[in-house]
């Protein structure tokens, strides 16, 4: 699994950091449990020679809708931090994957009652957030998001999101 | 920019429009099932695959404006050109029908989509590339959504397994104008941007005989056809789909929202 989490050498500068700080505060519009860092779309922070601050952002999906809110979610986080002049880039290489969710965006997604996704190579069905239980089937390939697909318990009987794995 | 690089430029500008107007269309096909589908979970399905592919359509539509250097954006694209220059394949324009014939062209052209992608993935042309490589992994779970269904339906009960079946006479024809390499496709093929029709014709084959043989259909034979959409000759379909996906910027032009 690839860290989403920043890695701040010697060279980060305030800005830069103040900029991760400000991002980890933005949350999902779709997934309000989890901020931007914790879904691993923020790619990068960095300066360029001109003194703007780079921001790449990688989408979940191209037709995600909230593709467009993201970017002025995270351009009006950076303006209310006042971390100077920003661009936003969106980066498509190499192609967002869930794997990049944070082990903390796991966790929270978990408690928030998505089934996080699971590792590539894990053959084990998908377990039921409320009662555990590996008898679950899928009902539907798409859920209400791009990013989500439809489950059911046969054990408690309740349907529940799964986060797709790609 | 020499000759050669201003000629590479004006036909990778019409090979994108080729597979961002497949992009376009289907997705615009696939979103006329919304709130008509057979069941919610079909609705959200279809809506959410027609979702991705408009999204491809963008990023492809977007690059094709920057290579042409009009400075046409990809709004520009999508709503103001005549049906003349669209270059989707026929197949992607050919009307819902019922279920089974949506779900046939899907799985007919979610195939062809994915071993096209797979090997743009590699292509000579940095931006081609990164585009696909964010589109393959989406078709590759369109593809499974439709073969899923074609597997339900061909192996379903004795009016879906005809639906079926007849659906696949009826489209069968189209398939063969994706594999029919024009000097577009192999000036692209010799730059190295885009694959040879011909490996992705034999991919895309194997692919579908097992799809077939697990829906219990049979493949129909290879038959003369005569559109050829991805030139611009479209079927009487693109007009009806145009019209309705462009009034809003004809009669509104320059409509911001």
Redesign the interface.
Known sequence: MIAAAPALGEAASDRVVSAWRALGTVEDPEIPALSLVDLGIVRFVKTDPDGVLQVGIS?T?????ATEVIRQLVERALNDTGVGPVAVIHV??????SEWISSEGRRKLAAYGIVPPRDADSSRPVACPRCHSEDTEC??????T?CKA?HRCRQCLEPFEYF?C? | MSAAATNVARLLYRYVLRVGDLSLVLGQRLGEWVGHAPALEEDLGLANVALDLIGQARLLLAYAGELEGRDRGEDDIAFLREQGEYLNPTLVEQPNGDFGQTIVRQVLIGAFQLELYERLVDSADERLAAIAAKAVKECRYHLRYGSDWLVRLGDGTQESHARAQSALERLWPYTTELFAEDDLDREMADCGIAPRLAEVHAAWSVRINALLAEATLDRPRDRAYRWFGKQGEHSEHLGYILADMQYLQRAYPGARW
């Open positions: 989408p999906y191209t037709g995600c809708p498509l290489s190499p192609a967002w994957s009902i539907s390939r798409f859920g209400s791009p439809l797709k790609i």
